[in-house]
C-alpha cells in the first residue's frame, strides 16, 4: 500500500528558527572575535601576528560561511513548512512530493 507522507509543520518551523539563530550567534561570535583578535596588545610577536592573518584570512571567512548556510536552511525549512501547509489545506500545488510504499 502506497501512501503520501507529509512533515510536520511546527517541528519544521521551530528548526528554521533554531537555524536562524545558531546564525545569528556565529555571526556575532564572529564580529567579537574578530575584535578580540585584532584589538589585543597582550599577545605580541610573530604567533600573534600568524593567528591574526589566519583569523582574518580563512577562519573568519569559514565561520562566516557556515552561519550563511543555517542561514539558507533556515530560509529552505520556512519554505517547505509554507509548502506543506498549502498542501495539507488543498489550496495549492505541490512543487515536490515524497512518496513512500508501506
Known amino acids: 500500500m502506497a501512501g ?3 512533515a510536520d509543520v511546527a517541528q519544521l518551523r521551530s528548526l ?19 575584535k578580540l ?3 589585543t596588545t597582550a599577545w605580541t610577536g610573530q604567533d600573534s601576528q600568524k593567528f591574526r592573518q589566519d583569523w582574518n584570512g580563512s577562519h ?4 562566516l560561511a557556515a552561519a ?14 509554507e509548502e506543506q501547509d498549502r498542501a495539507s489545506s488543498g489550496t495549492g500545488r505541490l512543487r515536490e512530493s515524497w512518496r513512500c510504499a508501506a
Not at 528558527?17 to 567579537?32: I, W
Request: overall charge positive; glycine content about 10%.
Open 4 to 6: 503520501i507522507y507529509g
Open 16 to 34: 528554521a528558527k533554531d537555524f536562524q539563530r545558531a546564525s545569528q550567534t556565529m555571526q556575532t561570535q564572529g564580529q567579537n572575535l574578530t
Open 60 to 63: 573568519r571567512t569559514t565561520l
Open 37 to 39: 583578535v585584532n584589538g
Open 68 to 81: 550563511r548556510l543555517l542561514e539558507q536552511g533556515s530560509k529552505h525549512l520556512q519554505a517547505n513548512a
